[in-house]
């Protein structure tokens, strides 16, 4: 018992204080009058407790029971209400918020009655533990796991779309989540007779404020460097200020005073200092918030740009293929070569087109996968058996060299690999003068690989580190083949990568060749 109210005493003292101190901090912010209201609940909860373990009547249990319930029933929408703040989505779930008030102003109000606490009885080695009324499941369905789910969803959802010092603030902010409301809950099964787990709630909840009293301090969240700058520079200037009055002679008050100014004027620079960090941190923070727009804007173009350019292309190649094939009759032997020379320039539009919208849905997170067990020899086959003639018309070999153990079927998306292999070889092919292109499949430590090496112009350590990303293209690439933007092998890598695996490269050097390697995990079926 002793345990339990050390924990619930610790939990309200140090709720109140940080929720106090972030107020304090900026008392304009929503964010932070929704924190402290949060942990107001969170205090509510706490010291109602310490008071419920100290009654010996139970009527006096059952006032005190009712009490802190009434501070857990304040919880879920004051953390919600300071998640949507937090995440800038308030003004999307304005009808949750309404929502989620309404019913919690309901339960406040009839949260000493009956129907929400029923009663106190001896349970475990607790002597007096409130019994649920009727009411009480409808708030556990609807603000405890209802409201908190969707606080947690929403905070899911917005770890896969940031970067950088927010995406660390709201992994610990989920982990504080899954802790502190995690270890609550096991208090409500005791609250309908059931004792399968005892109630652990108290010694989570402290581990709940300890995270984000670490993310507050280490990632930045409520930026109050200054204010734990300011209390540890005043109450050293204190010390210090008090030393000096006790001095008991003339060197002690020459020695101490000059101690204490030096430090005074110290203690001003370093808070100065911290407040242009902090002040140089914000800029940055809406630096990088005004690019991530600026990027979501580029992304919704390129995407709109490409569906609208992709139509009349499509219908432009189609017409120049039935003009090739004689639809519209016959090509003079004058005619066909410019024909022919729009046909392919229309398909190289038309891959540069499909390439940006690739890169456009990855990165806006839509790029739709489709799983299916697949054979990787069958997809190298296929590619093969496409490329053969244009390695064969410029005078190069292509081989391939299947396992010796037999690859098995891969959950993987079959067409977006068969693409990623396809651009491989097919730059292998283009970017080689003599010799050829060789295909290897291999089972290597528990994973599929397939490496494709060509004799052709290699690269150097500067071409290597930039061959995959966006728009980068090697010296050879840009000597060799005019055509190209330089995203297939970016699109290939993020392609692997989205499924699991990896693709990278190696080069002996200049005019020494390249291999590129894939990896696959082995896998078949969804994990």
């Keep these: 018992m002793k345990i339990f109210f050390l924990f619930s005493l610790i939990n309200g003292l140090t709720a109140t204080f940080f929720g106090l101190l972030i107020f304090f901090k900026n008392r304009k912010s929503l964010q932070n009058k929704t924190f402290l209201l949060t942990n107001i609940g969170v205090a509510i909860w706490s010291f109602s407790y310490c008071a419920w373990l100290l009654m010996g009547n139970e009527k006096s249990a059952l006032f005190w029971s009712r009490a802190l319930n009434f501070g857990a029933t304040l919880i879920p929408i004051f953390y919600l209400h300071w998640i949507l703040v937090f995440l800038n989505l308030i003004e999307k779930n304005k009808k949750i918020i309404i929502f989620g008030y309404a019913t919690t102003i309901i339960f406040t109000l009839l949260s000493f009655s009956a129907y929400y606490i029923e009663s106190v009885k001896p349970i475990l080695f607790f002597p007096y533990w409130p019994q649920a009324g009727p ?73 709940y404020i300890l995270i984000l009293i670490f993310a507050i301090l280490r990632y930045h969240l409520f930026n109050i460097k200054v204010i734990f700058t300011e209390i540890l520079v005043g109450a050293i200037v204190l010390l210090l200020a008090v030393q000096f009055f006790l ?48 990027d979501e804007a580029k992304s919704e173009f390129v995407s709109i740009a490409s569906h609208q350019l992709r139509t009349p292309l499509t219908a432009i190649k189609g017409y120049i293929s039935l003009l090739l094939d004689g639809s519209y009759g016959e090509l003079t032997d004058k005619n066909r070569p410019p024909v022919e020379n ?59 060299e299947k396992s010796k153990t037999p690859v098995p079927e891969l959950f993987i998306d079959k067409d977006k690999i068969k693409q990623v292999i396809m651009n491989v070889v097919d730059n292998a092919i283009k970017y080689t003068k003599k010799g050829g292109i060789v295909i290897k499949t291999e089972i290597k430590d528990s994973k599929a690989l397939i490496d494709v090496s060509d004799t052709g112009e290699g690269m150097n350590k500067e071409e290597i580190a930039k061959l995959f990303k966006s728009f980068s293209r090697g010296s050879a690439g840009n000597e060799l083949s005019v055509n190209g933007a330089g995203l297939g092998l970016h699109i290939a890598r993020r392609f692997v990568e989205i499924q699991g695996g990896r693709i990278w490269v190696e080069s002996a050097g200049k005019g020494k060749g390249s291999t590129i390697f894939i990896e696959l995990p082995i896998k078949t079926e969804k994990e």
């Design 135 to 207: 009411l009480y499941v409808c708030f556990l369905i609807l603000n405890y796991f209802g409201l908190l789910g969707y606080a947690f969803i929403l905070l899911l959802r917005a770890r896969k779309t940031v970067l950088g010092e927010k995406k660390n603030q709201i992994d610990y902010i989920i982990l504080a989540t899954i802790i502190g409301f995690g270890g609550g809950a096991t208090n409500f099964p005791l609250m309908f007779g059931v004792s399968l787990l005892p109630p652990i709630g108290h010694p989570l909840v402290a581990l």
């Design 247 to 294: 001095s008991q002679s003339t060197f002690e008050y020459i020695w101490k005073g000059a101690l204490f100014l030096l430090f005074t004027i110290f203690g001003y620079l370093l808070i100065r200092s911290v407040m242009q960090e902090i002040k140089y941190r914000e800029q940055l923070q809406y630096a990088y918030q005004e690019l991530q727009k600026l």
């Design 342 to 400: 729009i046909y392919k320039s229309s398909e190289r539009l038309i891959k540069l087109i499909n390439e940006l919208l690739s890169i456009s849905r990855i990165e806006a997170g839509k790029m739709e996968m489709n799983f299916e067990r697949a054979s990787l020899e069958e997809i190298i086959d296929s590619v093969f058996e496409e490329l053969k003639l244009q390695a064969k018309e410029k005078g190069l070999y292509l081989k391939k």
